[in-house]
């Protein structure tokens, strides 16, 4: 089996990290930012969908693709470790997002687990 892990952009770069602030803050009057952030309140959302939005649509759309075609398994990393594409992300997860670095959590223990199984 071939797992491959994804990393997003930066969620605390300059860019990223004013879409992830107004995402959360609700700060549209309209468009795909308002819905997603409509969204994300009253149902949460996918960590693909809300990842692919911060880092600009088809960066991180084309990694997930490659991923899904040449692996059986995808992971994304995360502040809150490895999660799986479809895993659906509430308003009090993407807010710890904005105070971390994504890069510099520790997910190695966590892939050895998943791997296990």
């Given at each position: 089996m071939k797992t491959i892990i994804i990393s997003p952009a930066q969620v605390g770069g300059a860019k990223p990290g004013r879409k992830i602030q107004r995402i959360v803050r609700g700060n549209f009057k309209s468009?795909?930012?308002?819905?997603?952030?409509?969204?994300?309140?009253?149902?949460?959302?996918?960590?693909?969908?809300?990842?692919?939005?911060?880092?600009?649509?088809?960066?991180?759309?084309?990694?997930?693709?490659?991923?899904?075609?040449?692996?059986?398994?995808?992971?994304?990393?995360?502040?809150?470790?490895?999660?799986?594409?479809?895993?659906i992300l509430d308003l009090p997860a993407v807010k710890r997002y904005m105070k971390c670095d994504i890069y510099k959590r520790e997910c190695g223990r966590e892939l050895n687990s998943r791997l296990k199984t």
């Open positions: 468009g795909k930012g308002k819905e997603l952030s409509e969204k994300l309140r009253r149902e949460g959302v996918t960590c693909c969908v809300l990842f692919e939005y911060i880092s600009g649509g088809s960066y991180f759309r084309n990694k997930l693709m490659y991923a899904r075609k040449f692996g059986d398994r995808q992971y994304i990393i995360s502040p809150d470790g490895l999660l799986s594409p479809s895993d």
